[in-house]
């Protein structure tokens, strides 16, 4: 495998838990339904020679028979991929209505202290 596959198998793997947890977590949104649908069926391809991808077991247990995000439990997503889709859910939709503090309280995690 060369090094750009690596990184855009890497890519896939982050994105695909990103909108895993905003959706099925959050109940939140930004992908479409036929892109995540087309997003879990390349990333299932993509585990399927490469285990080197990040977090690989979580995903290869979510792309099992359901291909998609929907087992994967609430502990099981690592603390970066809550940050980064937290992150991005604010920078898409929340922004220009609640500041980040009030709106990472209103997902039950604590604000920026000052």
């Known amino acids: 495998m060369n090094l750009k596959s690596s990184s855009e198998h890497r890519q896939l793997a982050l994105k695909f838990l990103v909108h895993s947890f905003l959706y099925y977590q959050l109940g939140e949104s930004i992908l479409g339904d036929s892109e995540y649908d087309k997003l879990?069926?390349?990333?299932?391809k993509v585990i399927e020679t490469d285990k080197n991808i990040p977090h690989y077991d979580i995903i290869k247990n979510a792309l099992?028979?359901?291909?998609?995000?929907?087992?994967?439990?609430?502990?099981?997503?690592?603390?970066?991929?809550?940050?980064?889709?937290?992150?991005?859910?604010?920078?898409?939709?929340?922004?220009?209505?609640?500041?980040?503090n009030d709106f990472l309280k209103s997902y039950g995690y604590h604000g920026v202290t000052q």
Do not use: F, M, N, R
Request: hydrophobic share 30%.
């Open 40 to 44: 879990c069926v390349e990333l299932k």
């Open 64 to 100: 099992g028979d359901e291909a998609s995000g929907y087992s994967i439990p609430t502990k099981a997503y690592p603390q970066e991929i809550i940050s980064t889709a937290l992150h991005l859910l604010y920078q898409e939709q929340y922004k220009d209505k609640v500041s980040l």
